[in-house]
């Protein structure tokens, strides 16, 4: 493809993605809530916390909450793999900036996408909340879900990352 019609394509409002799986499943965020992607450290267990989330690390000096997304969305647990990573989000809760990890089973690639192209998710249930899904796409044969990573996280979520935030220090 030409450099003027990928242009074409891309003249609606473009912004970068980051796609990454879960099981069999696709799902994608904007680049722009992605920190950074971690290899998976030990991770320090917190006493009482909701089942996902399962500790937190040190990321430089500062305490790190990590969710497992898989256990979020309702899906079984794995063993980690060479694959798995963290995702270092910021995501905003009721109008305040929380940074949390993110573990997913592995991250596919980033890319570019014109909003235009996110379609309405199918009305009919699914096995992730509807709130989570802002859209799918689809590339080639298969769909990527389109995550709205803010509500993805509640309030009642929020303040256990806090809760599990304050705990210090953390021992590598």
């Known amino acids: 493809m030409s450099e003027e019609n990928n242009t074409d394509k891309l003249s609606g409002n473009s912004q970068s993605y980051l796609s990454f799986n879960l099981s069999e499943e696709h799902f994608t965020i904007p680049v722009m809530k992605v920190m950074e992607i971690l290899e998976v450290p030990k991770i320090t267990k917190v006493p009482q916390a909701p089942s996902f989330i399962v500790g937190v690390i040190n990321l430089r000096g500062a305490v790190l909450p990590v969710i497992d997304t898989r256990i979020k969305f309702g899906m079984n647990p794995i063993e980690y793999t060479v694959n798995t990573c963290i995702l270092v989000m910021t995501v905003e809760i009721n109008e305040e900036s929380i940074v949390v990890g993110a573990l997913v089973d ?3 690639e980033v890319f570019e996408l014109d909003e235009s192209s996110i379609k309405a998710s199918p009305s009919i249930a699914t096995k992730f909340r509807a709130g989570y899904i802002k859209g799918m796409i689809q590339e080639n044969d298969r769909f990527m879900m389109v995550l ?8 009642s979520d929020l303040d256990n ?6 705990i210090t220090p953390i021992e590598q």
């Open 148 to 155: 709205d990573i803010d509500k993805v996280f509640s309030s």
């Open 161 to 166: 990352l806090a809760i599990s935030s304050e």
């Open 106 to 108: 592995s991250v596919l």
